[in-house]
């Protein structure tokens, strides 16, 4: 099947595959539009089942960015890349330089940058052979904490600060008491943990590796729950903070709680989910609304800012996701398709 007949094309302006044969590297890097400035997102790692699906995620999550960076009111389009392998096995410096080889051959059309299976450390591997890398360094951060480059702080931060506009526009309260099941406890999912426990919500969490719930078990009081079993928990909130497809045919109808808001890019598997949401009376933050404050940090810490614009820019998540879904309850269209409507209004 040909790119331009892919289902998730989307009128991308550019995919390119690449393959470096010293390093076993194997890597595909979408730009989905660049009208609001070059496409910057992050590269991802991930041992795919094959090339199909790495296409299809690439594709998906490029055109999420340039919809995050235009709901974000941020001057940048959306690109992404991704890498065959498993991160924990197979990455290795040579690899992530020549990966830098490959970004350099956008000339800034692309600025890569961490996700998932990549480390701040790998994007600096990548800066050896390009200069354009992000998140790499920070010049302050919105918490006052350690500044090292790493965004996942900010998205957990802006997801954080979704949920609570989400559970205050469902349930007209703040988040205590609340019970929230987070599925997928990585950088971005333990630090929302936090952020969520400090507020006095009652956590539920999940993962296939046990660090992450072991950490949130012990510090923050949260209840281990099988990943099997913690789509269909008796909660009010759902955070999906791992991969795509969070929300598909197969667990739409057990899903229990009145907010899904989480971390997770692409969480649903097709626009008819959003539409069945609505219908069921589940309230949907859409995912490239409320996971863009890695992308907001990584904008200010390249542009003349500082800690308070950042912070400002950070909660403005919230404002943006009342919006939405103050005009989904008008309208009663699903709040994704407000929110695909509101950006596209911006960077078409």
Same mark, same amino acid.
Do not use: W
């Given at each position: 099947?040909?790119?331009?007949?892919?289902?998730?094309?989307?009128?991308?302006?550019?995919?390119?595959?690449?393959?470096?044969?010293?390093?076993?590297?194997?890597?595909?890097?979408?730009?989905?539009?660049?009208?609001?400035?070059?496409?910057?997102?992050?590269?991802?790692?991930?041992?795919?089942?094959?090339?199909?699906?790495?296409?299809?995620?690439?594709?998906?999550?490029?055109?999420?960015?340039?919809?995050?960076?235009?709901?974000?009111?941020?001057?940048?389009?959306?690109?992404?890349?991704?890498?065959?392998?498993?991160?924990?096995?197979?990455?290795?410096?040579?690899?992530?330089?020549?990966?830098?080889?490959?970004?350099?051959?956008?000339?800034?059309?692309?600025?890569?940058?961490?996700?998932?299976?990549?480390?701040?450390?790998?994007?600096?591997?990548?800066?050896?052979?390009?200069?354009?890398?992000?998140?790499?360094?920070?010049?302050?951060?919105?918490?006052?904490?350690?500044?090292?480059?790493?965004?996942?702080?900010?998205?957990?931060?802006?997801?954080?600060?979704?949920?609570?506009?989400?559970?205050?526009?469902?349930?007209?309260?703040?988040?205590?008491?609340?019970?929230?099941?987070?599925?997928?406890?990585?950088?971005?999912?333990?630090?929302? +943990? &936090?952020?969520?426990?400090?507020?006095? !919500?009652?956590?539920? *969490? @999940? #993962?296939?590796?046990?660090?992450?719930?072991? $950490?949130?078990?012990?510090?923050?009081?949260?209840?281990?729950?099988?990943?099997?079993?913690?789509?269909?928990?008796?909660?009010?909130?759902?955070?999906?903070?791992?991969?795509?497809?969070?929300?598909?045919?197969?667990?739409?109808?057990?899903?229990?709680?009145?907010?899904?808001?989480?971390?997770?890019?692409?969480?649903?598997?097709?626009?008819?989910?959003?539409?069945?949401?609505?219908?069921?009376?589940?309230?949907?933050?859409?995912?490239?609304?409320?996971?863009?404050?890695?992308?907001?940090?990584?904008?200010?810490?390249?542009?003349?800012?500082?800690?308070?614009?950042?912070?400002?820019?950070?909660?403005?998540?919230?404002?943006?996701?009342?919006?939405?879904? +103050? &005009?989904?309850?008008?309208?009663?269209? !699903?709040?994704?398709? *407000? @929110? #695909?409507?509101?950006?596209?209004?911006?960077? $078409?």
């Amino acid at each position: 099947m040909s790119v331009f007949d892919h289902p998730e094309f989307a009128e991308h302006e550019h995919v390119s595959f690449y393959h470096d044969k010293e390093t076993g590297l194997k890597a595909i890097i979408a730009v989905h539009n660049t009208n609001l400035g070059p496409g910057l997102g992050g590269c991802r790692m991930f041992n795919y089942a094959n090339s199909e699906d790495a296409l299809t995620d690439v594709l998906r999550l490029s055109k999420g960015m340039t919809y995050k960076a235009a709901m974000a009111g941020l001057k940048q389009g959306g690109g992404k890349a991704v890498i065959f392998g498993d991160p924990r096995k197979d990455k290795t410096p040579e690899m992530m330089k020549a990966m830098g080889r490959f970004v350099d051959t956008f000339k800034g059309q692309y600025i890569t940058a961490e996700d998932s299976g990549i480390a701040v450390s790998d994007i600096c591997l990548m800066g050896e052979s390009t200069e354009h890398v992000s998140g790499t360094f920070s010049k302050y951060s919105f918490d006052g904490s350690l500044a090292d480059g790493n965004p996942a702080p900010a998205t957990a931060y802006g997801v954080f600060v979704g949920i609570k506009a989400a559970v205050q526009h469902v349930f007209q309260s703040d988040l205590r008491g609340k019970k929230i099941a987070i599925k997928g406890i990585g950088h971005v999912g333990i630090r929302l +943990a &936090e952020h969520l426990s400090r507020e006095g !919500a009652i956590l539920y *969490v @999940a #993962d296939i590796f046990p660090d992450g719930v072991n $950490k949130a078990v012990a510090e923050f009081g949260a209840t281990e729950v099988d990943v099997a079993d913690i789509d269909s928990l008796d909660v009010d909130v759902f955070a999906p903070c791992a991969l795509g497809n969070a929300i598909n045919a197969q667990n739409i109808h057990s899903i229990k709680a009145r907010i899904i808001a989480g971390a997770a890019n692409n969480q649903l598997a097709s626009s008819s989910i959003g539409e069945e949401l609505t219908q069921r009376g589940i309230l949907y933050a859409p995912d490239y609304v409320i996971n863009a404050g890695g992308i907001i940090d990584i904008y200010h810490q390249r542009t003349d800012s500082n800690a308070d614009k950042l912070r400002k820019h950070l909660n403005q998540i919230g404002e943006t996701l009342t919006t939405i879904f +103050a &005009e989904s309850d008008k309208s009663g269209h !699903a709040t994704a398709k *407000v @929110a #695909d409507k509101l950006a596209e209004l911006k960077f $078409k």
